[in-house]
């Protein structure tokens, strides 16, 4: 695995060992980064369930402002920081050791926001239709919310009448969808 593009384009990046850790393959990630290529630069970008970085990585490297790195693994948690180290990221990321329905819930409460967010949960659990209402309550009017997810989730149009289904890409068992955060006056409209 190994970051595409941007000042750390070609680092290597480790991943932590064993089958809890499932990472983004370099094709579907390609097509992450195809999707949101002009939102990045400057944006605040929250990688929730972040498990070795990578895609905040990436996402640093192509000119995101700042990342939020969150797992609930020390040893995921452990490796995200060796890698934003050896990438020179450090100085520009922040990361958390939590689960993320909690994390959600804390940046709520402290009016934490984000541009763009990246959630790639495990493929069996139920997280999504937990994080995603309140998720809409952390980002920008505009934001940007990339879901990884197996066939087995079927996204709703909208939560909480500001995160709106844009549209949804199939690679396989792996599947992405992308959100858009719109104000609700806006789409009164």
Known sequence: MRVITGSARGRRLKTP?????????????????????FNIPGAAVLDLFSGSGQLGIEALSRGAKSCTFVDKSPESVKIT??????????????????????????????GERFDIAFLDPPYDSSLLGNILPNLADIMNDGGIVILEHGNNFIPADSYAGK????????????????????DVKENAE
Request: net charge positive; proline share 1%; charged share 30%.
């Open 17 to 37: 060992d064993g089958f809890d850790v499932r990472p983004t393959t370099d094709k579907v990630k390609e097509s992450i980064f195809s999707i949101i290529q």
């Open 163 to 182: 995160l709106f289904f844009d549209k949804s890409y199939s690679y396989g068992k792996i599947n992405l969808t992308k959100l858009s955060v719109k």
């Open 81 to 110: 920081l060796e890698n934003i180290t050896a990438c020179g990221f450090l100085d520009i990321s922040t990361v958390k050791r939590n689960d993320a329905e909690s994390f959600v819930k804390i940046c709520s409460g402290r």
